[in-house]
């Protein structure tokens, strides 16, 4: 398989993986009790943070949408990559690597943190990722 198609493969996945994610975390609701409470003093309990008035929940949102702004740009980035293996796959050079070894931070992450959706993402999109840079042509990258 080409880099190019492995590229445009990883910008879908990624993009399915932000759609996920963002509808994942704005409709979220507590199944039990326990976890509700938790849920309502994110809501309801206020700090300040830096000058700013702030609550959990304003926190736990603002850093899934910055998730989120992540996951598109990566997308994007893995689309302009296609692009460029197919063109001028010298231009890609050491970002092929640092894309891969980004999306693997990310995995581990997922592996510690998550659940399940999230590791398999990550998983593909590291698999796809170092495959598309082993392919790209030998004194490329």
Same mark, same amino acid.
């Given at each position: ?6 590229? *445009? ?9 932000? @759609? ?9 609701? /507590? ?12 809501? &309801?309990?206020? %700090?300040? !943070? &830096?000058?700013?008035? *702030?609550?959990? #929940?304003?926190?736990?949102?603002? %850093? ?8 598109? +740009?990566?997308? %994007?980035?893995?689309?302009? !990559?296609?692009? !460029?293996?197919?063109?001028? /796959? ?23 943190? +998550? %659940?399940?959706? /999230?590791?398999?993402? #990550?998983?593909?999109? @590291?698999?796809?990722?170092? $495959?598309?840079? $082993?392919?790209?042509?030998?004194? #490329? @990258?």
């Amino acid at each position: 398989m080409s880099a190019t198609l492995l590229y *445009r493969i990883s910008a879908v996945v990624l993009l399915i993986f932000a @759609v996920g994610h963002t509808m994942g975390f704005m409709t979220f609701k /507590p199944a039990s009790a326990d976890a509700l409470a938790v849920y309502q003093a994110m809501k &309801s309990v206020h %700090f300040d !943070l &830096s000058g700013s008035t *702030r609550t959990y #929940s304003a926190l736990y949102t603002g %850093f899934g949408l910055m998730v989120t702004a992540y996951l598109l +740009f990566a997308a %994007f980035l893995a689309w302009h !990559l296609a692009s !460029l293996a197919r063109t001028q /796959p010298r231009a890609i050079g050491a970002l092929a690597w640092a894309f891969v070894a980004v999306q693997l931070i990310c995995l581990e992450l997922s592996i510690r943190y +998550f %659940f399940l959706a /999230p590791m398999l993402f #990550s998983g593909a999109i @590291v698999l796809l990722l170092a $495959w598309a840079a $082993w392919s790209i042509p030998k004194g #490329s @990258v």
